[in-house]
């Protein structure tokens, strides 16, 4: 079983709908969670980070970790053509980066 | 420098050749991964080095592939005899904390 699954899309919604991007991890060793975005043919860019069960808000961007299910979830809010990228999901154990495989998303206008 | 810089950022290598990949991390930050991404495939762990405690290798998918550190800064990531699987685009990150590591834009790597 992978550390972490992720649905790679693709996703394609409008301007201005409310993206929802999901994945799962496996084991629960002390962890945290982090949020990469990915333009095409650029170096992935972190997006949020977090540590605990719960919300946590920036922007547009909320990051959400359920430790129940072992799923984590990034909305954005109001999306936008720029949002266009793929969004990359990882868990971080010990100095140990599990990455999801991307989903890629489209906003078009 | 203001980010990391990787060099060159695309290489064309034929299948047998020995690559060197580049990674200038930014000033100061003590840890630096490498990583691998294939299509499809995600982000694959090569190497990590933190300071000047020995690297963690464990991600290195063959002998053919190595990765040093010199002076804490700079690091060079050797691939031997290179073979059409290898190719792939790879990523350098560096981080003065656990968190929030920055990545360069990486090598495309095509071997024909």
């Known amino acids: 079983q992978k550390e972490v699954e992720q649905d790679p899309g693709p996703l394609s919604v409008p301007e201005g709908a409310i993206v929802s991007l999901n994945c799962t991890y496996s084991?629960?060793?002390?962890?945290?969670f982090m949020w990469y975005r990915q333009y095409s043919r650029k170096g992935p860019e972190l997006l949020m980070y977090t540590y605990s069960s719960g919300n946590k808000e920036d922007g547009r961007f909320t990051a959400q970790v359920d430790k129940s299910s072992k799923y984590i979830s990034l909305f954005i809010r109001d999306s936008q053509p720029s949002d266009s990228a793929t969004y990359l999901c990882?868990?971080?154990?010990?100095?140990?980066?599990?990455f999801g495989t991307g989903t890629s998303l489209t906003v078009i206008p | 420098g203001a980010g990391v810089s990787q060099s060159p950022s695309n290489k064309v290598t034929e299948k047998g050749k020995d690559v060197e990949l580049r990674c200038d991390p930014i000033?100061?930050?003590?840890?630096l991964y490498w990583y691998r991404q294939s299509l499809g495939q995600g982000l694959e762990f090569l190497i990590y080095f933190q300071g000047n405690s020995a690297p963690d290798k464990s991600g290195l998918p063959s002998d053919r592939f190595s990765a040093e550190r010199t002076g804490g800064s700079v690091s060079t990531l050797t691939i031997q005899r290179t073979q059409q699987e290898d190719s792939a685009v790879y990523l350098c990150?560096?981080?003065?904390?656990?968190?929030?590591?920055?990545f360069g834009s990486g090598t495309r790597l095509t071997v024909v």
């Open positions: 990150a560096s981080s003065l904390i656990p968190y929030g590591y920055t």
């Open positions: 084991n629960s060793a002390f962890q945290y």
């Open positions: 990882a868990k971080v154990t010990g100095n140990q980066f599990y």
């Open positions: 000033s100061g930050h003590t840890a």
